[in-house]
């Protein structure tokens, strides 16, 4: 009997507190409605060859890489389809690239280091290995067409970074951030606890 309420309070708390989890996710891929000026602008700017992900108008999702640019829309090549698939705009409501990280393996690739930093976007913070041996960890100020500004972390003046000296780069939680997610699951273990002896105690 105790067995089994246990498991029973155990999976009831857990339900509870993946929950807003489940909430939090649906509203992250919850895609905004069709904004063709949008849909170009990221297609111009992450340029061809680029790895993306998309979800249409429809819900129906995509994955491949550009391999040609058009006025209306532009063509997505993909492993598993045979000939290049025509994505108009107009049917885009959500685009981003299918990795945000980078990492040099022999020479710099510039165009893909720009694509990440266009796809994190301003005010994501980030870590960046620089191929003089230095690490920064903060903000993105600023981004312009040879390189990027990064505000680091604890310093009040950015620090410019160009493409050709990134070897590594990928998003990056704050120390705030990491202590809000210590607390939210210190939080929750301490709950799954108080539950499991209140029903070891109606025994």
Known sequence: MYSSKKALVIALVTSLLLLPLGDVAASLNAATPPNPAVAKQQVDQF????KVKIQLADGKKLKGSISAIEDGGFLLAS???GSPQRVAYDQVAQLKLAKLTYKATGQPNLAEARRVVLGLGVGKHIQVKTAAGKEYHGLIV???EGGFAVMPDKQSAPVQIAYSDVVQLGPNLSTGAKIAIAVVVAAGVALTIVWIVWAAGQD
């Open 47 to 50: 340029g061809l060859g680029a």
């Open 79 to 81: 492993k598993a389809d």
């Open 142 to 144: 600023a981004i312009e």
